[in-house]
């Protein structure tokens, strides 16, 4: 099988790149600010071309590769309502979207992906930015496609709602359709995390994953000036709760065979979740490293793009570009 060439901004810990991998792209560039990012994708993929850059910096003449490629791709940072955001944050994320759009105008891909928070698809605060969009990539000849899609209904244990823009060259656009849903039944917390919770001898591992029956909230990475490693903000901390986890901190083990599971008892009666399990919860291989200490090895899984999601969302333009399917991925061979 021919692999189809692909850009990657804001690439972050991966998760985007090794969902495409996984769909038969190969990417020719990947680009990512964040040094401790940098590294993640280089121990993991030592064959790719990882550039430690700012996209609103990134000069695309530097780099002849990136004018022969079938897809450019970015999960950019998550942009935020202005009524909940400070206005120079919203427009820092607004900008790297607009240099997204710019950037598709230099290289012409056939192919355009952006994946970002639900809200982009419709959210009335977005309508600007929709229409700079729609505008532009009305005059460089692309079709395009906005939608949302839930981790859960593509394996990951994870209710984790991504909006999603796709578009085509024109004569590329009629053929393409969104992923469908490739589970039925979605995995639960307890049924993922049960294997590794159970490593260390916990004899509370069985009860707790029994009444651990659904997907977990969705991660939050956070932002960089902010504290340490928590799950996310107090709405989901009250969900970890109910499934008898703190989702205040994350655990630098799992937890050994004294370890007594009294949640009754408030935080220090709950289990706690290592950076590893934030991993499989957010559809990563087990052979998939994260460079860093703890809360920067949080931050990338929690900020990721469930590769799960992206290989479906690869699938889906690799149909529409007419290439042959990818193979199976394999989640147990090294890198």
């Known amino acids: 099988m021919s692999d189809l060439r692909f850009v990657d901004l804001c690439?972050?810990?991966?998760?985007?790149?090794?969902?495409?991998?996984?769909?038969?792209?190969?990417?020719?560039?990947?680009?990512?600010?964040?040094?401790?990012?940098?590294?993640?994708l280089r121990w993991n993929r030592p064959r790719w071309q990882v550039l430690e850059a700012d996209l609103l910096d990134f000069v695309p003449t530097r780099y002849q590769e990136t004018y022969d490629v079938d897809l450019l791709s970015a999960g950019l940072p998550r942009v935020k309502s202005s009524a909940t955001a400070a206005r120079a944050e919203t427009e820092a994320e607004l900008r790297l979207l607009e240099a997204t759009v710019y950037l598709a105008h230099a290289v012409q891909p056939r192919a355009l992906l952006i994946e970002n928070v639900p809200g982009l698809v419709n959210a009335p605060d977005f309508q600007p930015i929709r229409d700079f969009i729609r505008k532009e990539l009305d005059h460089?000849?692309?079709?395009?496609?906005w939608f949302v899609l839930n981790a859960a209904d593509f394996g990951v244990p994870q209710d984790r709602k991504q909006g999603v823009l796709v578009a085509l060259k024109e004569r590329y656009f009629d053929a393409f359709r969104p992923p469908r849903p490739t589970v039925r039944d979605?995995?639960?917390?307890g049924q993922a995390l049960f294997p590794s919770m159970a490593l260390g001898g916990w004899r509370?591992?069985?009860?707790?994953?029994?009444?651990?029956l659904t997907v977990a909230p969705t991660l939050v990475g956070g932002s960089d000036g902010r504290g340490g490693a928590d799950l996310g903000p107090t709405g989901t901390k009250r969900a970890w709760a109910r499934m008898g986890v703190d989702g205040g901190t994350v655990a630098?083990?799992?937890?050994?065979?004294?370890?007594?599971?009294?949640?009754?008892?408030?935080?220090?009666?709950?289990?706690?979740?290592t950076t590893d399990q934030a991993a499989i919860l957010q559809g990563f291989p087990s052979d998939w490293a994260f460079a860093g200490k703890k809360t920067a090895r949080y931050r990338q899984i929690g900020h990721a793009s469930p590769p799960p999601v992206?290989?479906?969302l690869g699938l889906a333009i690799r149909a529409a570009l007419g290439a042959p399917g990818a193979p199976a991925p394999d989640y147990t061979s090294g890198p």
């Open 310 to 312: 992206a290989r479906a």
């Open 252 to 273: 630098d083990g799992v937890p050994g065979p004294d370890f007594v599971w009294a949640p009754e008892t408030g935080r220090h009666g709950m289990v706690r979740i």
């Open 11 to 40: 690439a972050g810990a991966g998760g985007l790149a090794l969902g495409l991998e996984h769909a038969g792209f190969e990417p020719v560039l990947l680009l990512d600010k964040k040094s401790v990012s940098c590294d993640t």
């Open 186 to 189: 979605h995995l639960s917390v």
């Open 140 to 145: 460089l000849g692309y079709r395009f496609r």
């Open 204 to 212: 509370d591992a069985d009860r707790w994953a029994a009444q651990a």
